[in-house]
């Protein structure tokens, strides 16, 4: 029976992946890593919040051992941008509406895998639903998240944001 169960919540997130998302973030690179672009879409199932991201244009060096690992979050601030120290200073700090330590803040994700300056990445989450995200920015940084350090995790520098954005479709359902 609980193979089934299983087999049906992988059937649901298919169509959920198939169909219109609740929310959308298409991310730029900061001014000092303008080939950044990428959309992070957001999905509300019943199990969670289905995210899938693709990115292109990130750093990415030629030695296969040293592929970089990015930190992805969802920063409580509703703007991507700030100064020359600190490119999305306006995103301001992670989500976490609980006042949880680091790595429980609602918007800690899931790390992305660089690929030859591509990555892309699903996820599912029940830290938080579509609606509690929108109007929020989602933060690539360019080193990992150590999930220990607080309060961020010691990502390193914002390199790319973009604002989550509601679909017409979400907003009239």
């Known amino acids: 029976m609980q193979h089934q169960t299983q087999l049906e919540q992988i059937q649901s997130?298919?169509?959920?992946l198939r169909a219109v998302p609740g929310a959308t973030a298409d991310l730029t690179g900061s001014e000092d890593y303008p080939a950044i672009r990428g959309t992070v879409l957001f999905y509300q199932t019943t199990a969670g919040v289905?995210?899938?991201v693709r990115v292109t244009g990130l750093p990415h060096g030629q030695d296969g051992?040293?592929?970089?690992?990015?930190?992805?979050?969802?920063h409580s601030?509703?703007?991507c941008r700030?100064?020359?120290e600190d490119p999305f200073k306006d995103a301001m700090t992670h989500y976490n509406p609980g006042d949880c330590d680091?790595?429980?803040h609602a918007g800690d994700l899931?790390?992305?895998?660089?690929?030859?300056g591509d990555a892309f990445s699903v996820m599912l989450t029940d830290r938080f639903s579509v609606r509690e995200i929108i109007g929020r920015a989602v933060i690539i940084h360019l080193n990992p998240d150590d999930f220990t350090t607080q309060p961020a995790g010691n990502a390193g520098k914002k390199?790319?944001?973009g604002l989550i954005r509601q679909t017409r479709r979400f907003g009239n359902g």
């Open 110 to 116: 899931a790390p992305l895998f660089g690929n030859h």
């Open 50 to 52: 289905l995210v899938t």
């Open 13 to 16: 997130f298919y169509r959920a």
């Open 65 to 74: 051992c040293a592929a970089p690992v990015f930190a992805l979050h969802i």
């Open 159 to 161: 390199i790319a944001c």
């Open 102 to 104: 680091h790595p429980h």
């Open 82 to 84: 700030g100064d020359r």
């Open 77 to 79: 601030g509703p703007l």
